[in-house]
């Protein structure tokens, strides 16, 4: 998705992008009560930062930087809230919130949003080596709770 230089332009392809961003907000954070202000903060700093956007570059892309750059300049915000992950609507993404800390995010990135790992590196400003590594782990976890689950159903 490309954009023009027009400020506006941001702002209507941000908000085709939010349910994404949401998902993406979500799996960084891990805190469904923060997810909103989160994205809310990201698509403000993206709205501010428009005229920096490199238009041969993808919006999505830049939008999950985005996400990642405020999520680890707000620690205050990484005290868990105590809340269930798997409530306030976000029950289809207790699987992928159930991953262990930092896997999800690259998990989602590169399977769910088809980046490639050199994107999803980027984005979140590990090494490729690093994305490949959490893909596998969420992989390998995956497995062993397909693998638990039969058992319990045999």
Known sequence: MTLQPDHTDIRRDLVSL???????????????DIVDELVGDACLQAVLKAPQFDNGSRLES???????????DQPKKRTSSGEDTGS???????????????????????????????????????????????VVAARVHFAHQIADSAERRA
């Open 62 to 72: 830049w939008a999950f930087a985005l996400i990642q750059s405020v999520w680890m």
């Open 18 to 32: 939010l349910p994404r961003l949401r998902r993406f907000a979500l799996a960084v954070c891990e805190q469904p």
């Open 88 to 134: 306030n609507g976000f029950t289809g993404y207790h699987a992928i919130l159930g991953l262990p800390q930092g896997i999800a995010a690259s998990f989602l990135l590169v399977c769910v949003e088809d980046h490639s790992y050199a994107e999803a590196a980027s984005i979140l400003g590990i090494p490729p080596e690093a994305v490949a590594a959490n």
